[in-house]
């Protein structure tokens, strides 16, 4: 669920910042140089816009794998935890076994025997 409101609060930025961006009045130019291709003449708001989307799709999919990691941890935690709790109920459900020959060998145990007075 936290993801789907993640991608439309990503969504409604990159909205509302590309109309301020391409409805607003700066008009200052700038030359960008890529290893492959070089743009001339671009307006330095929608550079600024591209490199915040950019930046902020980047942050979203960490976090997406930072969170998939957790919750992967989490269900090997809650497997872990549901295992040692049926080792408890079974320890709870065992009889107490008491050995039979306690006192040694073919002794038994006299309780005291009171007198009356």
Known sequence: MWV??????????????????????????????????????VRLIIVLF????????TSMFLLMGAYIKQLSQL???KKT????R??????????????HDLFGEGQTQESPKVEAQ
């Open 50 to 57: 591209w490199g915040f989307v950019a930046g902020m799709a």
């Open 75 to 77: 269900s090997s935690a």
């Open 81 to 84: 935890i549901k295992g040692l």
């Open 4 to 41: 789907i409101r993640a991608i439309l609060t990503l969504a409604a930025i990159i909205i509302i910042g590309g109309f301020l961006v391409y409805n607003g009045p700066l008009d200052q130019r700038v030359t960008i140089d890529l290893y492959w291709k070089r743009y001339e003449d």
């Open 86 to 99: 049926e080792e408890v109920a079974a320890l709870r459900n065992r009889p107490i076994e008491e050995p």
